[in-house]
DNA sequence: TGTTTCCTGACAGCTAACTGAAAAGGCTGC
DNA sequence: GCAGCCTTTTCAGTTAGCTGTCAGGAAACA
């Protein structure tokens, strides 16, 4: 799942960020509304964690610019423990659900799954690839030939990333930071290891290797 | 099976909560309504409970959005013993059931029983899974290989969450929160030794382990 | 052919998960 | 109130599985 999160206090984003990543999630982060905004329009993200106390605009303008254009973007805001209003305007605002800090990393990854669950309430939340492997991308599962596979989390980050951009060709730099934070050095092949075991998982047709360029999925 | 109590008397809150939870229920509560739908956002209750009377906003308006979003969670209305119309109004607005404070605990268990079993409206009780075991979650029994075997209250209520989410995997963070209350922390490892004593008597293969993620049963 | 790029088996270190045991808490019958 | 029994919770030692690294070999390309 790709999350931004919008958070100036850099030690609490820190630690969010590294927990999500963890459990293999796909962060980026902000710390102003002007930056979230930039990076919203060059991605599709899946959920937005959003501080609603941002330096430079109030996060919650953020939240309504969003909704009035029609986005359906998920949005779990962060409070301060006494800024009940401030939950109670970012809900009308169109928030899906808060977090009132100081909050258990546990209890973030719950309310994202939740999050996640509700939205996966699409049409066709399977995506179906070829030899027999179908993904659902919001309730992290995979069938192949309709037996459910799991993936561990490092796995699944990978593996995400390729089957939200069919067909589109991700360079090794590029997968490297789905597993890891922005701006990692690539030191060793954990790439490689992984695509190798995504495709004994898999099977061996599921991930295609552009030689010299990267790894495509579909298409 | 997974309740919401949505009530402001926190005596009575609590007497009730308490009752539920020794009878191994999983019981939310929320004392307003502005809560409760954050909650249910979040949560797919078996049944709601709800008072009349909140401060923050009629309890009515809650039941009426959820059956005009199209909701069929059952629910059963709590009034004061004089507040003959809003009975009626809560029937009207499309209740399943009503109770006059001050009740009687087991007369709540017995409606709540009597709600849940109209809605498990399926002619086969009893949900099969590997390991020649049968579930019969409105009876509460569990056979193995044909013989029935005794869960503890909260056994069950761990593996009832589990049974009817079937090939979903559900985080020690949400299975936690069907042993205690909304919110409560991860101090130990309950959860794990609870996996543990449901697999001595259910068998090993019932219920898998999603490293890093969390435990599901089936599919 | 030689060179580059990629694949994959093996392994050590680490952390999450498992589980036996004991302490704490609660209920029942006397 | 007390004894006995069962359930719940905690703790700690052990086990199992994931991760990252490396190295040897295979495949692609020139």
Chains 1, 2 share one sequence.
């Not at 609490?12 to 980026?28: I, M, P, Q």
């Not at 330096?55 to 029609?70: A, M, V």
Request: aromatic share 6%; proline share 3%.
């Amino acid at each position: 799942m790709r999350i931004l999160l919008v958070e100036d206090e850099l030690m609490l984003a820190d630690a969010v960020r590294d927990h999500l990543l963890a459990a293999g999630e796909a962060v980026d982060h902000s710390d102003s509304v002007v930056d979230a905004e930039i990076m919203m329009r060059g991605t599709n993200y899946d959920v937005l964690l959003l501080d609603l106390n941002l330096p430079d605009g109030k996060g919650i303008d953020l939240l309504r610019g969003l909704r009035r254009s029609g986005s359906t973007t998920p949005c779990i805001i962060l409070t301060a423990q006494d800024q009940i209003s401030d939950r109670i305007e970012g809900l009308n605002a169109g928030a899906d659900d808060y977090l009132v800090k100081p909050f258990d990393l546990n209890e973030l990854s719950a309310r994202l799954a939740a999050v996640a669950r509700r939205y996966s309430g699409n049409p066709n939340p399977f995506i179906s690839l070829d030899g027999g492997v179908e993904v659902d991308l919001a309730g992290r599962t995979i069938l192949i030939d309709g037996v459910q596979t799991d993936l561990t989390s490092r796995e699944w980050a990978l593996f995400d990333q390729m089957v939200r951009r069919p067909g589109q060709t991700l360079s090794k730099r590029q997968l490297e930071e789905a597993l890891y934070e922005f701006g990692a050095e690539i030191e060793s092949n954990t790439v490689e290891v992984y695509i190798s075991r995504l495709r004994r998982k898999l099977g061996k047709d599921v991930i295609k290797t552009v030689r010299g360029v990267g790894y495509r999925v579909g298409a």
